[in-house]
């Protein structure tokens, strides 16, 4: 089964930058999410962007989706300590249609 | 809100025991799934059901079996634990197969 890999695969910024994580792929897919998680605690959904959508926008997150070179991006604005955590993209491909998540990108922000 | 619950947090057993991780959702989701977290690996799908009684393997299914014999409830199986079942377990639903998913807070199992 397809699975995302994340780029990369820890980050480090202070509070107020902005953290840019990225996501590739190998086969075409239905759609692609990405989800938050917290140390120790379970999965949260973040946004889910289908493979005719190009950007999408949820409060100081912005994913991009770029189909031709198989790669996603999730841009996280203005950040704050509360943003520490780990996120993991989960492309979904046409044929399974079960999201398959990377190793993910642990994100810490310093206040 | 979508809740998804985990039947423990914490869980140590002794290798060769019978565990069961059960799992329970409240929004009639179709669509459950359990996966295993390990350092370094992300997350692994050990299986997932669309239906009451159905059960597909996922990409780690050895050593696991599972159970749902109602939608809200999704069992997981260790038949004999052995220590690399040390892991922190995520039981996950969704109301379609690709749609977002709700997870629960995980049981992080200790085999000794």
């Known amino acids: 089964s397809q699975q995302g890999e994340e780029d990369p695969q820890a980050l480090s910024i202070q509070e107020g930058e902005n953290a840019t994580m990225n996501c590739s792929y190998k086969?075409?897919?239905?759609?692609l999410q990405w989800y938050r998680q917290n140390s120790g605690r379970g999965l949260v959904h973040l946004i889910l962007?289908?493979?005719?959508?190009r950007e999408k926008h949820s409060g100081r997150l912005r994913v991009t989706l770029d189909t031709s070179k198989k790669s996603s991006s999730l841009l996280i604005t203005a950040s704050r300590a509360a943003d520490t955590a780990s996120y993991f993209c989960?492309?979904?491909?046409?044929?399974?249609?079960?999201?398959?998540f990377g190793r993910g990108t642990s994100l810490i922000v310093h206040p | 809100d979508v809740k998804v619950t985990q039947s423990s947090r914490y869980l140590v057993k002794r290798t060769g025991e019978k565990v069961f991780l059960e799992c329970v959702q409240d929004?009639?989701?179709?669509?459950m799934f359990w996966y295993r977290q390990d350092p370094g690996l992300g997350l692994r799908l050990i299986y997932f059901?669309?239906?009451?009684?159905?059960?597909e393997k996922g990409d780690i299914p050895e050593g696991y079996s599972v159970s749902r014999e109602k939608k809200e409830r999704f069992s997981l199986i260790l038949e004999s634990a052995s220590t690399n079942q040390t892991s922190m377990y995520l039981c996950?639903?969704?109301?379609?197969?690709?749609?977002?998913?709700?997870f629960g807070p995980g049981t992080r199992l200790t085999v000794t």
């Open positions: 996950a639903s969704s109301l379609r197969a690709n749609h977002e998913q709700y």
């Open positions: 086969t075409s897919i239905n759609n």
């Open positions: 962007i289908r493979s005719n959508e």
């Open positions: 989960a492309p979904t491909s046409g044929g399974s249609y079960i999201p398959t």
């Open positions: 929004m009639d989701h179709e669509n």
């Open positions: 059901s669309y239906d009451v009684k159905m059960k």
